[in-house]
């Protein structure tokens, strides 16, 4: 059987959320197809330690403020999907969740979505799948002959698990660090933190919020045909939350430049010394998880899809949301996906009245 809602959303995390807000209010007929088998998209699968960039009050979905807890600055991972879950619940969003879309395809002047749970045959999609689920891997020699463990982000959880053990923790981003701080702090692990550059650290009173203002000062400098301004990326690549601080201060967290290759005991530096390692974690970043739009045949240089805001250029009836600055400013984000979110639901809404 297939349905015919107005709208389909893929993917139920933040991005989703946001869209799901707006096109209720708008008056849309929507579903959105998760393929989670709970509330809380990507936040529910982080590292136990992590927290927010900001306080609760600046990292809110539209319509409703993240509540503060006592004693907690900044939200921790599980404060963020009890948010989600209640948000959803809260609004009412028409979320099925344990449904995996794997094609978007043009049907006439519809789209057909299909899922392992059937087929749906909308006016518009919004992709808001994220990219959690796609951790990037970077070509390093030796790395299939290297016998210890091999972990991504996405499958860090805490230093308990690495105990008594020699980690290199590749990545110069906040991720890397985070984790590096994480296991460094512990005082139970050996540690050595990778990076291909020298890691640039922002001023410790930037935070999220100092960011997203940042980023869109940025989208509209642009916009307006104006100098870039550098964005995020101006001020730096690390924000500095306590035990990210805690760690540098305590001469815990000094990088090391990025070693040669694996060798089936550890690694090689470039220097030609070598060193025993018991796993390696790639904290390397991630691609837009975008597999199931293949059959549109959109995918433009760097693997991203062109779009107007987010609109898809090859597709007007497609729009991606909550995969960085080119689907918005500060997309990525639970501050700054609302104002996307907003912005396709009414084009959406627009074209749909046509």
């Known amino acids: 059987m297939t349905r015919t809602p107005q709208v389909v959303v893929i993917g139920g995390g933040q991005a989703g959320l946001a869209a799901g807000y707006h096109l209720r209010r ?10 989670g088998a709970a509330p809380g998209g990507a936040w529910q699968h982080m590292w136990d330690s992590l927290h927010l960039f900001s306080p609760a009050a600046y990292s809110s979905l539209p319509g409703r403020l993240m509540p503060a807890r006592t004693g907690e600055r900044y939200p921790g991972a599980g404060h963020v999907v009890d948010y989600l879950a209640h948000y959803e619940k809260h609004y009412d969003l028409p979320v099925r969740h344990g449904v995996r879309v794997h094609a978007v395809r043009r049907d006439a002047d519809r789209l057909l979505v299909e899922s392992d749970s059937g087929t749906w045959r909308a006016g518009a999609v919004i992709s808001a799948t994220g990219t959690w689920s796609r951790p990037f891997l970077p070509a390093v020699p030796g790395r299939s002959t290297f016998a210890g463990r091999q972990l991504r982000t996405v499958n860090y959880r805490r230093p ?13 981003g906040n991720s890397g660090a985070q984790i590096a701080a994480d296991l460094a702090l512990d005082g139970r692990v050996e540690v050595t933190w990778a990076t291909q550059r020298p890691p640039r650290f922002l001023a410790d009173d930037i935070d999220g919020r100092a960011l997203f203002d940042a980023a869109t000062a940025r989208r509209r400098a642009l916009d307006a045909g104006r100098s870039d301004t550098g964005g995020v990326a101006s001020l730096g690549d690390i924000v500095a939350v306590p035990s990210v601080r805690a760690a540098r201060d305590a001469q815990l967290l000094t990088a090391k430049p990025m070693f040669a290759q694996l060798t089936p005991t550890g690694v090689r530096w470039a220097d030609g010394s070598q060193s025993d390692v018991d796993a390696v974690i790639w904290c390397t970043g991630f691609r837009p998880a975008l597999a199931h739009l293949a059959p549109l045949n959109l995918r433009g240089p760097r693997g991203h899809i062109p779009t107007d805001g987010t609109r898809a250029l090859g597709e007007p009836q497609l729009h991606l949301l909550g995969y960085g600055d080119w689907t918005g400013a500060a997309s990525a984000t639970l501050i700054g996906v609302g104002r996307p979110a907003r912005d396709a639901a009414a084009q959406i809404a627009h074209a749909l009245s046509s």
């Open 26 to 35: 708008l008056g849309l007929g929507f579903v959105i197809l998760d393929a």
């Open 160 to 172: 308990a698990d690495f105990a008594g053990q020699r980690v290199v923790v590749v990545g110069g």
